[in-house]
């Protein structure tokens, strides 16, 4: 299932400390994207993540929203 691996994938970069954050953030919002309802996934991931990392998370996911919408309404 390509939404475990994406999880596993973040939770090995994770383990390596402050140099695997930032690509471990984007594969935990590639693993929340695919998923119909986030909500959960997104809870999941607060209790799991340091508050740094989740708002990292926070802030890719954003970024990834704007420019998936700025394609259609440009």
Not at 20 to 25: H, N, Q, S
Not at 48 to 64: N, R, V
């Amino acid at each position: 299932n390509v939404f475990y691996a994406l999880l596993m994938k973040g939770e090995m970069l994770m383990a390596q400390g402050e140099s695997g954050v930032k690509k471990a953030v984007g594969y935990f919002a590639k693993a929340v994207a695919l998923v119909p309802s986030p909500g959960e996934v997104l809870a999941a991931l607060e209790k799991a993540l340091p508050q740094p990392a989740f708002a990292l998370l926070l802030k890719e996911i954003q970024s990834d929203v704007k420019r998936r919408t700025s394609r259609y309404f440009a």
